[in-house]
C-alpha cells in the first residue's frame, strides 16, 4: 500500500528486531499482555508481527477516520473494491465524508507517493502501464489474513492508556516536511508536537515496552537499530538512486528509554 512516510519495505526489517526485543524481555519479566501500533498507518511494520507466536493481544491505533474504517472493512471482509478508479472519481472521493473506507482506499492508493489526495496517481505515469487501483486492491487482499487478531481503533494517540505493552511508535517524524492530514474538517496540515511525544513515551515506558522510530531523539533514548533506507514520494530511478542525494536517502533508527 503506497502510504507517505510507510514502513512497507522496512517492515520486513523492524519486525524481527522488535520479536527479538519481545522475547529477551520476557526471559527476565512477566509476559506481555499485548502489541500496540499508536500510529499505525499502512501496518508496514503491523502486518509483519501479528505472526509471533503469543497469545497477546494485538492492538492497531491510528488518528486517522478513513485509514481505520478501510482496516476494519478489510478485515471483516465488507470492503467492495472498486475496478478502476477515474480522475472523477478520485476527485468525488475527496468529498465523500468521514470516516469512509472508499475515501481512504482513493486517498492513499490512487495519490501520488500515498500523500492523502496529494494529486491523482494514474496521470502521472505516461507510457508506463502499472494500476495503481488494482496494486492498492491486491495489497490490502494480501493484508486480510494476517489481521484477523489485530483490533482496530480510531483515536488521538494521547487517549491511550496502555499497560504492560510492547509498543512500537511511528510518528510524524519531527523533520517531516508534509505530515499525513489527519483532521476530518480541513484543508490544513496536523502540527505534531513532538516535545509532547517524547515526554508522552518517558511516561509510557514506566510500564510498558516502547519501541520508536525517528531519525533523532533526546538524550536519555538510546539507538538500538538502525538501517540506510530511501524515502521519497517519488520512485523515479533518476531521483532515487542520485548521489549524495540526503533528502531522499536516510539512516532510520529505533530508540528505546534508557539502557537497551
Known amino acids: 500500500m503506497k502510504y507517505l512516510g510507510g514502513k512497507t519495505r522496512v517492515g520486513k526489517h523492524i519486525a524481527p528486531v522488535l520479536k527479538q526485543i519481545w522475547t529477551e524481555y520476557e526471559l527476565e519479566n512477566p509476559k506481555l499482555d499485548g502489541y500496540l501500533e499508536p500510529f499505525c498507518g499502512s501496518l ?3 502486518r509483519n508481527m501479528t505472526n509471533y507466536e503469543t497469545t497477546a493481544k494485538f492492538w492497531a491505533n491510528d488518528y ?4 481505520i474504517q478501510m482496516w476494519s472493512e478489510v478485515k471483516a471482509g465488507t470492503f467492495v473494491y472498486p475496478p478502476s478508479i477515474s480522475e472523477a472519481e478520485y476527485l468525488a472521493a475527496k468529498e465523500l465524508p468521514s470516516p469512509s473506507a472508499m475515501k481512504s482506499f482513493v486517498g492513499f492508493g490512487m495519490s501520488f507517493g500515498g500523500r492523502f489526495f496529494g494529486a491523482y496517481s494514474q496521470k502521472y505515469l505516461g507510457d508506463k502501464k502499472e494500476d495503481f487501483c488494482k496494486e492498492m486492491t491486491n495489497s490490502l487482499k494480501r493484508t486480510a489474513p494476517v489481521i484477523q487478531n489485530v483490533t482496530f481503533t480510531n483515536l488521538d494517540y494521547l487517549e491511550l492508556k496502555p499497560q504492560n505493552m510492547l509498543i512500537y511508535c511511528d510518528p510524524p517524524y519531527a523533520k517531516t ?3 499525513i492530514k489527519y483532521r476530518r474538517d480541513t ?3 496536523d502540527v505534531f508536537d513532538s516535545d509532547q511525544f517524547w515526554t508522552t513515551m518517558r511516561e509510557w515506558s514506566q510500564n510498558n515496552l516502547v519501541v520508536i522510530s525517528e531519525t533523532t531523539a533526546p538524550d536519555d533514548f538510546v ?3 538502525s538501517q540506510e533506507r530511501y524515502r521519497s514520494a517519488a520512485q523515479s530511478g533518476r531521483t532515487r538512486w542520485a548521489a ?3 533528502a531522499t536517502h536516510n539512516t532510520e533508527k529505533l530508540f528505546i528509554a534508557g539502557n537497551p
Do not use: A, E, M, T
Not at 64 to 67: E, R, V
Open 44 to 46: 508496514g511494520v503491523f
Open 64 to 67: 486517522h477516520p478513513d485509514l
Open 177 to 179: 516536511k508534509f505530515p
Open 187 to 189: 484543508k490544513r496540515y
Open 223 to 225: 539507538n538500538i537499530w
Open 244 to 246: 549524495n542525494n540526503s
